[in-house]
């Protein structure tokens, strides 16, 4: 790397630092294509010996040991065996670096980076394959354009649920009551009204009537756009930008909704909750 292309990567990582309570960093781009290269940015601004893991939301991982931009080891990889940096040849070790950075990138978003020291100190002759040619091989491998559904893994168990099927606020109802391990804060917009938590009276994130209006006002807009598509009930995600924060799950069957805010990290938990009580009414 030439003097000037250092000077230029130390002014780019300036400029994108922000302060932040854990080690790991979120890589959020809303397309493949966007997280590849999201992945060969941390590879090329890694200078000092570190090991990358690039963690997706569905809890496949790529870990790879990297120094002055190069790859000089991975330890753990989407798909496919690890690559033998002794006895793979340059070319085919090359290409297959770039087949898993695609990999991780294609697994659903947002990535979750973290970097560690490694777990050894590097051999002299330990040169690895450089960024560029990583990059390189890369921009040989197509990458689908549609955007993919993010899906946080959580480690709770997932729960056993039954929903009445007779009735159509069944799977609402039972969202609302199931959420509760995991909500900030809940409501329920059924043949009864329920608030919980932060969505209580008087707390931060409690709608009132003029605002719980628009919400259905907007939701049935949304059904009015999607009722040739996709049928109900419907499991609608918001989460913020960055992959941090608060996100809301909110689950709709004709008139009935359930909504609960929680950790961005706990969306694995809604999914997990929404699939039970969806193969609960099938």
Same mark, same amino acid.
């Given at each position: 790397?030439? @003097?000037?292309? +250092?000077? =230029?990567? &130390? =002014?780019?990582?300036? #400029?994108s630092s922000v302060a932040r309570l854990s080690p790991a960093v979120y890589l959020s781009g809303e397309t493949a294509q966007a997280r590849r290269g999201e992945v060969l940015n941390a590879i090329r601004g890694t200078i000092l010996p570190r090991r990358l893991e690039f963690k997706a939301a569905d809890g496949g991982m790529l870990a790879v040991e990297v120094n002055s931009s190069r790859i000089t080891d991975v330890f753990r990889c989407v798909s496919g065996p690890l690559p033998d940096f002794e006895t793979d040849a340059r070319e085919n070790l %090359?290409? /297959? &670096?770039? #087949?898993?950075?695609?990999d991780i990138a294609i697994a659903p978003g947002p990535l979750e980076l973290i970097s560690l020291r490694p777990d050894s100190a590097l051999e002299a002759d330990d040169v690895g394959i450089t960024f560029s040619e990583v990059e390189a091989a890369c921009g040989? +491998?197509?990458?689908?354009?549609?955007?993919r559904m993010t899906i946080v893994p959580d480690a709770t168990p997932e729960p056993v649920v039954e929903t009445d099927q007779q009735s159509p606020s069944g799977i609402t109802d039972a969202f609302y009551e199931g959420s509760e391990r995991f909500a900030l804060g /809940?409501?329920?917009i059924s043949d009864e009204v329920k608030f919980d938590g932060l969505c209580s009276e008087g707390q931060p994130a409690h709608p009132d009537e003029n605002l719980l209006a628009r919400f259905t006002? @907007?939701? &049935?807009?949304w059904q009015a756009d999607v009722s040739n598509i996709l049928s109900e009930p419907q499991l609608i995600v918001m989460r913020p930008s960055g992959g941090q924060g608060v996100g809301l799950a909110i689950l709709r069957d004709d008139e009935d909704v359930a909504a609960a805010f929680h950790? %961005? /990290?706990k969306l694995g938990a809604a999914v997990k909750l929404w699939k039970s009580l969806k193969n609960a009414v099938e």
């Open positions: 790397m030439m @003097d000037g292309e +250092i000077l =230029e990567l &130390l =002014e780019e990582i300036g #400029q %090359t290409g /297959r &670096l770039a #087949q898993l950075v695609s040989n +491998i197509v990458l689908p354009d549609e955007r /809940r409501f329920l006002k @907007d939701l &049935l807009g950790d %961005t /990290r």
